[in-house]
């Protein structure tokens, strides 16, 4: 193989066609509400844990639709239910962040 | 017996132009208003997107057309029958009515923004809404709109498109509304930065895309994606917004003078009263149902029962007007039997 | 501010909170954090006023710790709280009050995901009988301490020997309150106030004569948040969330602080010193911190109890500038001394913060 100096670059490109979506079917069955999630932030906005840490419930939501690990980003939230309050569709956010924390847990 | 008096429930922008079409039809409409003004929410708004025309010329173009149609204002609807043919009806200043049809305009009701707590309405010094800024615009008077400030933020979606309001639907209008109230503050107070946090823009009336332009390339309006979260006030009074900015996916704090809450359109509280008189039907989103949205908006599932504006779901001011005339014809057609 | 606007809330926001016969639960922490605090309760709310509060020394944690900390399963906690309404069944108590936030919030989610899911109630009644033998009744009211304390906030002030006003100019003391995140985040209308602007705590301080700061973070969390202070690595996101509370509170210059949470006082106290040592800076006047109270503690200072016996020299922040304000009446010399007059020796003082 010859060594140009330079090589193929990887696409961050997702395929939508291809995501495993196994977590997230998890979820949607012992917490409904997350497909109802419409991306607005008001969860990421009053995030506690936010700033310092970049927990955001709508990033580990869409990160997971994307078939992405979210278990990291998920270890931040410190369920001080402000998102549930925000929330304009009513999402029971705790119960989803404690969800996916069981759905993590029986994989492991 | 045939009665040639159509009561009308409502003296908006919707009663008032069906009760012109009617009369020009030959009945006797009359317009039963529960407040001391004809043109509803109208009469208080300054000017109409798109063309920017004066709310109160346009008020008073409708009601010059109304001579010789009976208005009740102060009064409500007592009660409502059936009768074999048309319906009696009794007033709350005591006048009895034998009509062939009724025309629901009742109209809409801005949710109440000091509901969604955590935006500070009637608790913090300079949180206003989409209605008070109209009116400030017609009367200049409000003191919580400071004399020159430097950072004016709007909120789009306040109490629609939200759940736990119990409001699920979106208020369509407020979007456009904000752009336009954005566009007149930055004319008003040309050194002031204007912010719309918004979930999503929906422009999806005539002209509407263009002020969305205008108000980025003429006025340097700045368009956060993300609904604000909570809103607190600081030590000098002014408002301290905390949204997430979701397409860069950062949480943003703004400092604000002064903030605007679009308040939504919500059904009226007399909606399901008035529907119960005449057994009409009331739709899950709490406005009246129609018999389809599609063919039939005007028409309820009860005979003789007619539906105008607002009272079916939000509207514009030209949707109405039309609505109002449709519903003009649809009870001409049904008192010569060709309904 | 709209004073008007917030009470207009507040009427919404309120609970038929049942006058007696009371069965308490203490807290895993307090004890060590702030050792007086849950004695005062029962001395305030038992002995002087005579309530009929009872508690069992069989009673255990509630589990929130583990729960929260996601290192045992919802069905356990519930299995522990059923223990605890089996041990009130049996003292023959219906109204259960709790003296930790945590707890009342898990008590309360327990509740309404047994009602919404009875079957659920149904397996850990089986759980609590195969594991104990015992049987339960759910509570007919629950309560946090607070709200007791809230409760009883005006027969308190008629028995004011201090008030939070300072006694030299008859200025009321400005007094931040801070509510723990699991009162009321969770279900707004089991808190006094509701969550956006909850009364609990002020209307204690409005009560015995100080005036409450609204600040623009009174809504955030204290930054103990369980895994965010557990895990050493993630310290640093504790201590943010308490450094952006105070910023935000500073331009207002509070004389102290009152919270109804375990964690909370604990970490608004701690905290400042640990600011201090990595930024230099202090939040109250003259290099010193600003104090940080239980509601309890509060209380024994209105009620005129000595502060030594209410364990305020546990406090790493001094609350001699609070006393003072306040006219309490202590005994610099005793500050270190226990039981019996035995020195418990004094604490090493911090380079940066003011310690008396």
């Known amino acids: 193989m010859v060594d140009f100096g330079f090589g193929l670059s990887k696409s961050s490109a997702v395929r939508l066609d291809q995501v495993d979506l196994s977590l997230y079917r998890k979820l949607e069955v012992l917490e409904p509400g997350v497909r109802t999630c419409m991306s607005c932030g008001s969860c990421s906005a009053t995030c506690t844990a936010g700033p310092w840490s970049g927990m955001s419930v709508r990033k580990v939501i869409l990160n997971l639709q994307r078939g992405k690990d979210v278990s990291a980003m998920m270890q931040n939230c410190m369920l001080c239910g402000k998102c549930s309050m925000v929330c304009p569709r009513g999402i029971n956010t705790r119960h989803l962040i404690l969800s996916l924390c069981r759905i993590y847990g029986e994989r492991k | 017996m045939d009665s040639r008096i159509i009561l009308i429930i409502g003296g908006g922008v919707a009663g008032m132009e069906a009760a012109r079409q009617l009369f020009l039809l030959g009945y006797q409409p009359v317009i039963v208003e529960k407040s001391d003004h004809l043109g509803g929410h109208v009469a208080g708004w300054h000017k109409l997107f798109p063309d920017m025309m004066s709310a109160s010329s346009l008020i008073e173009t409708m009601a010059g057309g109304l001579d010789g149609v009976t208005v009740y204002l102060k009064t409500t609807v007592a009660t409502m029958n059936r009768l074999t043919s048309g319906f009696s009806v009794v007033l709350s200043n005591g006048t009895t009515l034998l009509c062939g049809a009724i025309l629901m305009a009742s109209g809409f009701r801005l949710f109440d923004a000091s509901r969604k707590e955590e935006y500070g309405y009637g608790v913090y010094d300079h949180v206003i809404t989409n209605s008070d800024l109209e009116h400030w615009f017609n009367t200049g008077e409000d003191d919580r709109i400071p004399e020159n400030p430097s950072h004016i933020a709007f909120v789009h979606c306040v109490g629609s498109r939200d759940l736990k309001a119990g409001n699920p639907q979106c208020s369509k209008v407020c ?8 566009i007149e503050m930055k004319e008003k107070f040309p050194g002031s930065e204007v912010w719309c946090f918004y979930m999503d823009l929906r422009l999806f009336g005539k002209k509407y895309e263009d002020f969305y332009i205008n ?32 397409l860069a996916g950062h949480q943003v704090k703004l400092k604000a003078d002064l903030l605007v809450l679009m308040a939504g359109m919500l059904c009226n509280e007399e909606t399901p009263v008035l529907a119960s008189m005449v057994r009409a039907d009331v739709d899950s989103d709490g406005f009246m149902r129609s018999r389809d949205n599609i063919y039939r908006i005007n028409e ?26 449709a519903a003009a014809l649809d009870i001409h057609n049904y008192l010569v039997g060709n309904g | 501010m709209i004073y008007q606007g917030k009470q207009k809330i507040w009427s919404e926001y309120q609970k038929e909170i049942p006058a007696d016969g009371w069965f308490y639960v203490r807290s895993c922490i307090r004890q060590s954090f702030f050792p007086a605090s849950e004695k005062y309760f029962l001395a305030v709310c038992r ?6 509060i009872y508690e069992s020394e069989h009673h255990t944690t509630c589990g929130g710790i583990a729960y929260h900390c996601d290192t045992i399963p919802q069905e356990t906690a519930m299995t522990i709280v059923a223990r605890q309404f089996a041990l009130m069944k049996e003292a023959g108590y219906k109204n259960l009050v709790t003296s930790c936030i945590t707890s009342f919030g898990n008590y309360t989610e327990i509740l309404e995901t047994w009602r919404e899911f009875p079957e659920l109630e149904a397996r850990i009644r089986e759980n609590l009988w195969k594991a104990t033998r015992r049987e339960f009744d759910k509570p007919e009211y629950v309560a946090h301490a607070s709200d007791l304390v809230y409760k009883f906030r005006g027969e308190i002030a008629e028995k004011a020997v201090n008030r939070l006003v300072d006694v030299e100019t008859g200025r009321p003391l400005r007094i931040v309150e801070h509510i723990g995140c699991h009162y009321s985040k969770m279900f707004p209308h089991k808190g006094i106030g509701g969550a956006e602007y909850p009364y609990v705590l002020s209307g204690m301080v409005e009560s015995w004569g100080g005036e409450v700061i609204d600040y623009p973070e009174r809504r955030h969390c204290c930054g103990f948040g369980f895994r965010q202070y557990l895990v050493k690595a993630n310290r640093g996101y504790s201590v943010s969330n308490t450094h952006k509370k105070f910023e935000s509170m500073e331009p207002y210059h509070p004389d102290a602080i009152i919270t109804n949470c375990p964690g909370c006082p604990y970490f608004l106290d701690r905290w400042q010193y640990v600011i201090s040592e ?17 509601y309890e503690e509060l209380a024994g200072l209105v009620l005129g109890y000595d502060p030594w016996d209410l364990g305020l020299q546990m406090h790493q922040v001094a609350v001699e500038p609070l006393l003072d304000k306040m006219g309490v009446k202590y005994d610099p010399d005793a500050k270190y001394l226990g039981l019996n007059k035995k020195d418990i020796l004094k604490p090493g003082l911090p380079s940066v913060l003011k310690c008396c």
């Open chain 2, 300 to 325: 309820s599932s009860r005979p003789g029962v007619f539906f105008a504006g607002a009272c079916t779901g939000t509207k514009t001011v030209p949707e109405t007007v039309a609505e109002a005339r």
């Open chain 3, 278 to 294: 990595q930024t230099g800076k202090t939040y109250g006047s003259g290099g010193y911190g600003i104090p940080v109270l239980t």
């Open chain 2, 215 to 246: 108000a980025q390339r003429d006025h340097g309006v700045h368009f956060v994606r993300g609904r604000v979260s909570e809103v607190s006030e600081d030590i000098d009074g002014k408002v301290i917004l905390k949204a997430e900015d979701t």
């Open chain 2, 175 to 182: 979007c456009m509304t904000a752009i336009k109230q954005a």
């Open chain 3, 47 to 52: 002995d002087l006023l005579g309530k009929d």
